[in-house]
Every structure is written in structure tokens, then in C-alpha cells.
């Protein structure tokens, strides 16, 4: 038997810095044998971007594997490998919170099978897409999945609950931050076209004014956010802004930091802060308004097979559940 290998593969050619620090600290804790970086254009003919991978699946192709992780459905180069490769299991990796509008409009329809399309429309470029990977070795596997997710599902056969039991083990071997901390997760609603800034800022300051002064007040900056255009607004308002080359928990768990309260949008943060505190944590989700989220409910969110509304609804369904303290600001 040939010695068990942890290979990683990356799309470089869509470059977020932010998100590559990430991942290279990511790297750093797994420490995969091997990574593949691939160039695969975001914009550009379909036969450019398929060929950018069709290589590396037939390498795979030649292989056996114990175990193939998705990391994002959007991604079908992703879908193609785990389709084309001999693997004795395939699991989708929670993507956040927004696993649960997947599970409704994509997961559960095709009944936990790869290949799923996030679109229903544009039959002819379908066709041609097949017809390209026909051509380049690249089969149409119909593929049985897991998910693998911090929320829990109906169907417990092909769902698989993640408690985070190892970041639960990486506070345990920390001294926790005597300092009494709460921090707000910050969030791109601006830079999206989400929310206005007038609108965000009166949360921000909603927050701060809400907070005990014997408190340090924390703003953990999102990757793909401005900071720059809020960093003297936060100032003002008392916030010590953070930017961490690691996901927000990993961040935390790393230095043995626990919030007394966590604070933010529609953030997955406030649901893995419950689970790594055993709800010791508060969690406070500022919640849209009617008229936004009116608005998001004609704007779709990476698949014409629902809304953004219907994306922001499905977080807030959960919160229940998971003992998330809601606030609305009007």
C-alpha cells in the first residue's frame, strides 16, 4: 500500500491577497504534502477555462483517494474532479452559513448527487460546456456526497455534523485573555451595495454605545472590506480594529480569546462562537430591515435559484436554535 498523501488545490488565478493569507495560514495547521495551483480565468471562453484544468483531473484520474473535500459548490472545476476520480468518499465542506440556502435550493433537490448546476437557465451553454469536457477526458459521473456542516439537517445519511471539536481543543490549550473583550465582526455590506454606509455606521455606533467601558471593544476587519474608508469612524467610536491573516475563530482560538459577547450581521462567526463558548458567548445579530431585505428579493446570489433575501432568511432561521440574540435598528 502507497503511503497516504494530503494534496490541496487552489484556483490562484482569481487573486483576493486577503484571502491567500488565509490560506496560506490555513496551510501552515494542515500542512498538506502537496499543493496544486491552478489558473483557471474567471471571464474568458469555456474551452480556456476547462482546459485549465482537465490536466490535473487526468493526473487524478490515474489515483485512488480515501477522501476528496469540496470546499465550494459554485466552483465546477471542483465538481469535475470529485466526479472523475476514484475516491471512496466525497464531502461538501460547509461554506458558512450559506450552506443552508444551498441545502434547500441545490442539495436536497439533487438528492445529495454531484454534478448540480447553481443555474437553471442557458440550456446551449451547457451542452457546449459537456461537449468541451467530453473532448478533454472529463467524464459526467453522477457522484453521491456527504456535508459535512455545523448545522444539522433532515437527512442525517448524507449530513454530518461538525462540532469543531479542534478548535474546541485549541482554546483548551491556551490560558484564556483575562482582559473582558466584545468583539464586532465586520462585514463588506458597504462594498457589496448592501447597505449604505450611513446605515452601517449607525449600527457601529448603536454597538459601541451599547457596550460596558470597562470592556475593550474590538473590530475584527473582514478580508475582502475597505478598511481604509472606516478606519477613522471606527477610531471615533472607540473600536481597536483587528485584521488577522486567520478565519476570525482561528484568530481567537489561537490566542486563547474568548468574547463576552460577539457582535455583527449575518455572520456564520456568531453561530461558531456559540458552539466553541457552549453558549457561554452572547451573540447579537443586527437584523435588516423589511425594506432591504425587499430589495435583495429580486437580486440573486451566485445561482439564479434564489434570492439574496432568501439567502439572509435562511441564517435568520437558525438563530433560534442556536440561542442568537436578534436587534432591530430601524
Not at 478580508?223 to 469612524?233: F, G, L, N, T, Y
Not at 471615533?236 to 468574547?259: K, N, V, W
Not at 434564489?306 to 430601524?330: A, K
Request: charged letters at 25%; aromatic letters at 8%; hydrophobic letters at 40%.
Amino acid at each position: 500500500m502507497g503511503r497516504r498523501v494530503s494534496i490541496t488545490v487552489v484556483n490562484a488565478a482569481t487573486f483576493c491577497e486577503n484571502s491567500m493569507l488565509q490560506i496560506e495560514a490555513m496551510h501552515k495547521i494542515a500542512k498538506p504534502e502537496s499543493v496544486k495551483l491552478l489558473s483557471i480565468p474567471k471571464e474568458g471562453s469555456l474551452a480556456s477555462r476547462i482546459g485549465a484544468y482537465s490536466d490535473l483531473i487526468s493526473v487524478f484520474a490515474k489515483g485512488a483517494f480515501s477522501t476528496v473535500l469540496i470546499g465550494d459548490l459554485r466552483q465546477l472545476w471542483m465538481q469535475d474532479i470529485a466526479c472523475n476520480i476514484n475516491a471512496d468518499n466525497v464531502v461538501l465542506v460547509d461554506d458558512g452559513a450559506a450552506t443552508n440556502v444551498f441545502e434547500k435550493f441545490i442539495i436536497r433537490p439533487s438528492d445529495y448527487m454531484l454534478p448540480v448546476s447553481m443555474h437553471s437557465d442557458n440550456p446551449e451553454r451547457k451542452l457546449l460546456a459537456w461537449e468541451l469536457k467530453s473532448s478533454l477526458g472529463i467524464s459526467h459521473n453522477p457522484t453521491k456526497f456527504r456535508l459535512f456542516s455545523i448545522f444539522e439537517f433532515n437527512d442525517s445519511k448524507h449530513s454530518i455534523r461538525n462540532t469543531l471539536s479542534l478548535l474546541r481543543q485549541q482554546f483548551a490549550l491556551h490560558d484564556h485573555n483575562e482582559n473582558v473583550e466584545r468583539h464586532f465582526i465586520g462585514s463588506p455590506v458597504c462594498e457589496k451595495g448592501l447597505l449604505d454606509s450611513k446605515r452601517y455606521y449607525d449600527i457601529l455606533t448603536h454597538a459601541a454605545k451599547s457596550h460596558d467601558a470597562k470592556t475593550s471593544l474590538i473590530y475584527f476587519a473582514h478580508r475582502a472590506e475597505d478598511i481604509k474608508s472606516k478606519a477613522q469612524i471606527l477610531s471615533d467610536l472607540g473600536y481597536t480594529i483587528e485584521f488577522h491573516d486567520q478565519p476570525y475563530e482561528l484568530a481567537c482560538a489561537s490566542q486563547g480569546r474568548m468574547p463576552e459577547k460577539v457582535v455583527g450581521l449575518h455572520s456564520t462567526s456568531l453561530f461558531n462562537m456559540k458552539i466553541l463558548s457552549g453558549n457561554a458567548c452572547e451573540a447579537i445579530c443586527y437584523m435588516l430591515n423589511e425594506n432591504e431585505l425587499a430589495a435583495m428579493g429580486t437580486r440573486h446570489y451566485g445561482s439564479d435559484r434564489f434570492t439574496l433575501r432568501d439567502h439572509i432568511e435562511s441564517i435568520y432561521d437558525r438563530f433560534e436554535e442556536f440561542g442568537i440574540t436578534t436587534l432591530n435598528l430601524q
